[in-house]
């Protein structure tokens, strides 16, 4: 399936400021960039550099005192691997590669050690796999309130599962929380997602299952093989679209995904998804 | 029923230290202290003070530098009322009395403001009444795990929901929480505890129903009817049994509330116990 | 000094809700109220209460769905006590009226146990009495950042002490934080204020010092004796103008506080100011 | 200069289970192992692997039931880089490489966001450089207490702020926060540390400035070129010398590092000291 996908985002610059934007999807086997313009305010330097471990991509902006907008397109061919869910087991620690390992810990927003004991209780007696993820993604989609505003950037998980509200983020949060509890490692995926209403950049998660991470998206508001993989990282405070280090402020917004061959009236895939082996 | 109550508080003062002691049962028409007895060090200052709201009894004490030795010892008669919890109704907000609002309020301990939404999904849709207080004392009973040095001075009941374990302590905040939450008034209450294992201070809590308060223990570790009030507030910030103020450090502690008159083979009653019309 | 004070609230309520409001000044011999007028929706039920600790005066209102203006004006007479704030002692726990002594617990918004290492070390060498307290809200008022909106009905004071940025009612809850933590009862204060910009509910402090409650303003923002006390309480959380059972949601508020016979060019008063006793 | 290092670890083991160690230090161009061995249980399955971004060695091992020790010792000799802190300026974001730059997000331990405007009022107007660092060590060292039991394995950056007591961990996460707070990577190391009284694995922190990586150690309670690194990360979740997934307690713990041609008389470096350039 192809898309048309981009983002613009305008800022008002007070100071000469560096802005790291993670705005371009990923290239991957299954995720190939057909096409790509990147509008940078002229005259300012950027350079474009993809991490070693993540491939993420991002760009590096200074930009001087004024107005400025940045702008990305691209056209994008999606190929997921589709697997039957009743076959994707859970890897014991014992086995698991030591590259996804790192995605056990805790981290700023995925509180796993605070929320332990309950994930263990809720979760742990049901049978290991790839349905035990679901589950996690269907109790988090029957208690926790889609609330606009309910969450801001210090939210964390475990104040998610208190306040019962949240945001893509949050649930992609609590779903990475609980998964790492149980000893699947899980991180946190920042995508482009068609049918997404309103559109905006939206958060999923992955959980390394059988040989390779899945797709899960507890929010249950695009289809799994309608997402564009921007960044993953440990949560949110690694995967940023943008971080400003200066003083800047964001004064319009806009964010797009078009299916350019697909019929958005298709029922959404059953089967598990996957577009990234490591 | 008639109890044999008491404890033992022993010290090192390191500088001249200041105690507020709240370990004296409260005067009540339905809990009469027959006889009792305190003893502190000989040579110090003390005086005792019932505060004017609570009716709590506290001993204030100046102690100098050295060892200290304090107990209380009393016999104690409760004569508690008992009724039948399905005949007693939940108060609107519009009808309650002023004088058991703040009771409603949040405080220390009781978070009801953080886990207001998480309370009206789970309890809201119950029948309002004395069982929908059963049903969340059931709930804690039946989702938090009793662990000895799982909670600290700090613990909120925001913690304790998250990290689903906690003392008699914690599980009296929970419900508290809950129950302002639901727009119902709710107190903390310490206790000397008959049948209590191991014996210690314990940690219940009130709740207002109908036109008075009656007794919860969501722990299930002693009889309601043989629970001898110490004190009441809005959490155990308001009553704990020792406050120091100064340098002193617990060396021993005793407490201990034994049946006079009963035996400790009957089953507990099932019916509404209070002891406290206000 | 007399003033002319009043609110102004309109809510769109949505269901049958309970509105308890402290809006109307406390009566007390050093504030009096010289005229008033209360307008609540005709046809809805109300009554007045006065509690019988804090003396607070609670509107509790019962409304009807649609859209409701509650508004209540007054002219008071303002004669605060003043005194010389280098004759104002603190008094020792141990000598401490009981009353008074609720008010060293930790509460809902002042941690007073969390940052009481702080407040040992930051003013605990400082010389005790009026003057201790007068750092205390220096300290605030110099390193906190008044920023609105950088709270929110859940902060704390240890919030507050890690973000350093707040509104009134936090700069009240840190200067009860670090008084009570140093073993000064405290308590939370709501007022009309004049000259406050813009003009709102205002929260200040009181602390015990001496034989009576002194006010203290770390936000500097208003004359200490030209607060109208309208409420007190542990902190915000016994102190809201309005809490509200069922659901409504406010459409417009105004707030005012006009001095009838006084120039707002005068200078303020340095000296100790006390509008009560009790 | 060479150290024999090492550690004993007991556990009883209660069901097949999984440790993850990171106990062996790293190898690095500047800190060579000139000898060691590693003593599992027999009959044990164990892997050793290196981690591609940090280069962190850990040990896999699956224990039966029942009591195990792992013992690691060995020889390493340590030739750190000198430098004269006044020559080492901080890089701007603008110019820091981009693997360096995941070290300026929050993490589990190190909230920077929400301790941001507090390292902004108090190092912000700073001369950037080596020596900001060298302050922010300054102010820890005189601000919080190092008080043993202090936190625990949920203590924050900003707990420890608040709480103004700690152990070398806290030190270090406080270390972390305020450097990333302006703009300086920093990472959490793990250590085994000369002269350290009592011993145990120490916590200590880098910052890249200049073109490395520099060694920070607010504790100032070992030399910083007696330091053999073990590992680095985000902060203590990435950097525990032992996870444990299954059922195991700790039963013994010794922990040693020995200068082998050192005098402990000699009086600590006061250079600016790297052992790692990436």
């Given at each position: 399936?192809?898309?048309?996908?981009?983002?613009?985002?305008a800022?008002?610059v007070?100071?000469?400021?560096?802005?790291?934007?993670?705005?371009?999807?990923?290239r991957?086997?299954?995720?190939?960039?057909?096409?790509?313009?990147?509008?940078?305010?002229?005259g300012?330097?950027?350079?474009?550099?993809v991490?070693?471990?993540?491939?993420?991509?991002?760009?590096?902006?200074?930009?001087?005192?004024?107005?400025?907008?940045?702008r990305?397109?691209a056209?994008?061919?999606?190929e997921?691997d589709?697997?039957?869910p009743?076959?994707?087991?859970?890897?014991?620690?014992?086995?698991?590669?030591?590259?996804?390992m790192?995605?056990l810990?805790?981290?700023?927003?995925?509180?796993?050690?605070e929320?332990?004991?309950?994930?263990?209780?809720q979760?742990?007696?049901?049978?290991?796999?790839?349905s035990?993820?679901?589950?996690?993604?269907?109790?988090i989609?029957?208690?926790?309130?889609?609330?606009?505003?309910?969450?801001?950037?210090?939210?964390?998980?475990?104040?998610?599962?208190?306040?019962?509200?949240g945001?893509?983020?949050?649930?992609?949060?609590l779903?990475?929380?609980?998964?790492?509890?149980?000893?699947?490692?899980?991180?946190?995926?920042?995508?482009?997602?068609?049918?997404?209403?309103?559109?905006?950049?939206?958060?999923?998660?992955?959980?390394?299952?059988?040989?390779?991470?899945y797709?899960?998206?507890?929010?249950?508001?695009?289809?799994?093989?309608?997402?564009?993989?921007?960044?993953?990282?440990?949560d949110?405070?690694?995967?940023?679209?943008?971080?400003?280090?200066?003083?800047a402020?964001?004064?319009a917004?806009q964010?797009?995904?078009n299916?350019?061959?697909?019929?958005?009236?298709?029922?959404?895939?059953?089967?598990?998804v996957?577009?990234?082996?490591?």
């Amino acid at each position: 399936m192809q898309f048309s996908i981009g983002s613009e985002l305008a800022y008002t610059v007070g100071e000469r400021t560096t802005f790291i934007l993670n705005i371009a999807p990923l290239r991957l086997g299954r995720q190939r960039i057909l096409a790509e313009r990147l509008t940078v305010p002229e005259g300012q330097t950027s350079e474009e550099k993809v991490a070693h471990d993540t491939t993420n991509r991002y760009l590096r902006l200074v930009a001087e005192p004024g107005d400025i907008v940045i702008r990305y397109e691209a056209r994008v061919a999606l190929e997921p691997d589709y697997h039957d869910p009743d076959t994707i087991p859970e890897v014991p620690v014992a086995e698991l590669p030591l590259e996804v390992m790192g995605y056990l810990n805790p981290s700023r927003y995925c509180l796993s050690d605070e929320l332990a004991r309950f994930a263990q209780r809720q979760f742990g007696p049901l049978t290991p796999g790839f349905s035990r993820v679901t589950e996690i993604c269907n109790w988090i989609h029957s208690e926790v309130d889609y609330v606009a505003g309910a969450s801001d950037t210090m939210t964390t998980a475990a104040d998610t599962f208190a306040l019962r509200a949240g945001v893509c983020r949050d649930y992609a949060h609590l779903g990475i929380t609980f998964c790492r509890a149980l000893g699947i490692p899980a991180r946190f995926v920042s995508a482009y997602a068609w049918q997404l209403e309103p559109q905006d950049f939206h958060a999923v998660f992955e959980a390394w299952l059988g040989d390779r991470w899945y797709l899960f998206d507890a929010t249950r508001m695009a289809a799994l093989d309608g997402l564009v993989r921007i960044g993953c990282g440990r949560d949110a405070a690694d995967t940023a679209f943008c971080n400003i280090f200066g003083v800047a402020r964001s004064t319009a917004m806009q964010v797009w995904c078009n299916a350019i061959d697909a019929d958005a009236a298709e029922p959404w895939t059953t089967e598990a998804v996957s577009i990234a082996s490591n």
